[in-house]
């Protein structure tokens, strides 16, 4: 099965920072990885897929990148709509597998 | 556009099935592969399994021996049993839709989960 390994766990910024959160798979998973948005109470909302597609309607400070292993998401400049918790999650094989998740809270 | 409910008891006895079921409205079905997400309370999510319109499913090794997914396509319906469940099984179930997109930028395709029921919390307790 593969792992998937986020970080940091927690993470605490600003309004208007610039914040990159890291994905990790323990083998290659090509470009099979999809990033989440949840807030608390609420389903999580795809906002990246297939590493890097931004979904439409996602607003575009946000991006993903990388490929194989080690991929990315990256805000831009946070918005005060931003604060809340984010999860990568790999579709190349089943059972599908998500990160622990990566708390985004406000400084 | 397609909504995803789940249904089904909020309390679940220690050893008993957990039984649920998600309706898809406002759209077909067919030729999607349908998901079982779950996420007990303060945690992560975990994918539960998936099945396809013609029956075809797959699930998380850790948790077939107690699984079944199936489907009515009559209904536009997908259900979930789990049985002899436990404290453990406590979480907030969500139904999923998984859609093949393909990345404009790089070509590349993924298999995410693009919409998601609201979510309905099973707590198992006598």
């Known amino acids: 099965d593969i792992q998937m390994t986020q970080s940091p766990s927690s993470l605490s910024a600003s309004v208007g920072d610039r914040v990159t959160i890291t994905c990790q798979a323990s083998q290659s998973i090509s470009s099979f990885l999809n990033w989440y948005q949840q807030k608390p109470g609420k389903a999580p909302k795809l906002l990246i897929y297939a590493a890097s597609g931004l979904l439409s309607g996602v607003p575009s400070r946000f991006s993903g990148s990388g490929s194989g292993t080690h991929f990315t998401l990256t805000i831009s400049s946070l918005q005060p709509e931003d604060f809340a918790t984010y999860y990568c999650q790999q579709s190349f094989s089943t059972p599908r597998a998500f990160g622990q998740g990566t708390r985004l809270e406000i400084k | 556009q397609v909504q995803l409910q789940e249904s089904g008891p909020g309390l679940v006895k220690p050893s008993e099935t957990l039984s649920l079921t998600c309706t898809v409205s406002?759209?077909?079905?067919?030729?999607?592969?349908w998901s079982w997400i779950r996420q007990p309370p303060g945690k992560g999510l975990e994918w539960i399994g998936y099945i396809y319109n013609s029956g075809s499913t797959d699930y998380n090794p850790s948790l077939k021996s107690r699984l079944t997914i199936s489907v009515d396509t009559s209904k536009n319906q997908f259900s979930l049993e789990l049985s002899s469940v436990t404290a453990a099984d406590t979480a907030v179930y969500y139904c999923?839709?998984?859609?093949?997109?393909?990345?404009?930028?790089?070509?590349?395709?993924?298999?995410?989960?693009?919409?998601w029921g609201q979510g309905t919390l099973v707590t198992v307790s006598s």
């Open positions: 406002g759209g077909s079905i067919s030729n999607y592969y």
């Open positions: 999923a839709r998984e859609r093949i997109l393909y990345s404009d930028s790089s070509g590349s395709q993924a298999h995410p989960f693009d919409i």
